[in-house]
């Protein structure tokens, strides 16, 4: 016997999605490494000024999705793709399409801090001065905004000509994140930024993400499924490469759609 | 070997106990209307004592709740299970509150109530009994049908709530306006306990599927 409800059982009620520009458009996305195939017919739109997180257990191939959007996957020899990737309406694949372009505007964050034997000034000014830029003036500036961005200006500001390695780790993956602000990027990909850091750095390198995504659209890859619970708006579950559930952070949390992926973020396996 | 092996034995175990709470809850609320209908006014003060025990099997839950929050950081259908036992809980709390009320409107009354007030009081308690029976059977077995059948029969309990009403206030010529106040004191809180066995059916249809539905 059925009573009144408001609505039936089976109706899962769906979030209208709001208007949102696209900044990536994976299509079909396949990847080999040799006979290993690592990505299977991936596709997702990646939204501007969000926060796009990535999980699923090691060799899922998230990192190498990562990778793929900055074609950093390319300098590894054995590799063959399949399917398109827009970045802004253009295809990164297509053979006219500069690598250097897209980099400058796709900048990455690693999992281990990595500065140059360098000062903390001439790490942050690296990019821009490749770029040509050459005024002191001007690369003094664009080193307080980028180190004031990445949160970090407070702490280096009277030390700018002291080497990068005497930064805390934390410290460290902020100016790796104020070298990556340097050059303007419009959008921050970041593969475990936080997984060598304490947790006042990892909390310190949320909230800078947080901050930055109202400029930046940002894609991280992270083995902490609070962490993606904390500060993204929309998670991309990978399994065995294949891309099993992408919706807003929210339901992937509260209502995921696949056995898999409830399995995956209550820690059943991975 | 399951990854979460203890914690998923602390999520069988949490809802155990909540299942344990309703078995004791629906004990007392039986017991008192078996007191009402023998007016057995000696056997109200030492279930009124029980009440103290459901009270702290509620605070035990929550504060298992609590610590796995906070230890195990349960999400999507965990933490829903988890949430669920502490709204069940407070529900079986009321019940277990109602019961004390109906007590102590029992203690009030001038005389034991007549043949058809007891008549139709118990037929609302019974009803009302097996929602809450049969609430909690669904909770065990996340059963979605159940769950909304159980909701279905409240309605059968506010139409004979709105009846005892009625037979008690217009035919008081031998019955005293204090003992009809009691009487149906008595009745609306066997009707709310009604209320919270339909609530408990629609946290069991929250915890399976996320859905919040208003069976009332």
């Not at chain 1, 290993?36 to 796009?52: F, G, R, S």
Request: hydrophobic content about 40%.
């Amino acid at each position: 016997m059925l009573v009144k409800t408001k609505e039936s059982l089976e109706v899962v009620k769906k979030i209208e999605p709001k208007e949102q520009k696209v900044v990536y458009n994976v299509d079909q996305l396949n990847l080999w490494y040799g006979d290993v195939h690592a990505l299977m017919n991936v596709t997702m739109p990646i939204y501007e000024n969000e926060v796009t997180a990535i999980i699923g257990p090691s060799g899922c191939g998230k990192s190498t999705f990562i990778k793929t959007l900055n074609r950093m996957t390319e300098l590894v020899p054995s590799v063959k793709t399949s399917g398109s990737i827009y970045y802004r309406d253009k295809d990164i694949f297509h053979r006219k399409y500069k690598v250097e372009e897209l980099r400058t505007k796709v900048g990455m964050v690693f999992q281990k801090p990595n500065p140059f034997p360098k000062s903390i000034f001439e790490n942050v000014v690296y990019g821009p001065k490749i770029h040509g830029i050459r005024d002191k003036k001007t690369l003094l500036e664009i080193a307080e905004k980028s180190l004031r961005r990445a949160a970090l200006w407070d702490e280096v500001k009277d030390r700018l000509k002291e080497n990068a390695y005497g930064l805390s780790g934390g410290q460290q993956q902020r100016l790796c994140i104020a070298r990556c602000l340097a050059i303007e990027p419009d959008v921050i990909l970041m593969d475990e930024p936080t997984s060598a850091l304490d947790p006042i750095s990892t909390l310190k390198i949320e909230e800078l993400v947080q901050e930055l995504k109202k400029d930046y659209s940002i894609v991280i890859v992270t083995h902490n499924m609070q962490q993606a619970a904390r500060i993204s708006d929309k998670t991309a579950f990978f399994l065995n490469g294949e891309l099993i559930e992408y919706d807003d952070t929210s339901t992937i949390f509260s209502k995921p759609h696949d056995e898999r992926t409830e399995d995956y973020i209550s820690g059943r396996f991975g | 070997m399951s990854v979460r092996g203890a914690y998923e034995l602390q999520l069988a175990e949490l809802k155990k106990e909540v299942l344990h709470m309703g078995e004791e809850v629906m004990e007392t609320f039986s017991q008192s209307i078996d007191i009402l209908r023998k007016n057995h006014r000696d056997a109200i003060a030492p279930l009124l004592q029980k009440d103290e025990k459901i009270n702290e099997m509620e605070l035990s839950i929550h504060d298992q709740v609590t610590l796995m929050i906070a230890r195990q950081q349960p999400v999507a259908t965990d933490l829903r299970m988890t949430i669920v036992a502490l709204k069940v809980a407070s529900d079986l709390e009321r019940i277990g509150d109602l019961t004390v009320d109906i007590l102590k409107a029992t203690k009030r009354l001038i005389q034991g109530a007549n043949e058809l007030e007891l008549m139709m009081l118990n037929e609302m308690a019974d009803i009302a009994l097996q929602m809450v029976k049969e609430a909690m059977e669904a909770y065990h077995e996340g059963d979605l049908l159940h769950a909304q059948q159980v909701a279905s029969i409240d309605d059968v309990v506010d139409k004979k709530y709105k009846q005892f009403i009625k037979m008690l206030f217009t035919s008081t010529k031998d019955v005293a306006m204090e003992q009809a106040i009691q009487l149906a004191f008595i009745g609306r809180y066997v009707e709310r306990v009604a209320d919270h066995a339909t609530n408990i059916a629609e946290w069991v249809i929250y915890e399976k599927n996320g859905q919040h539905l208003d069976l009332n």
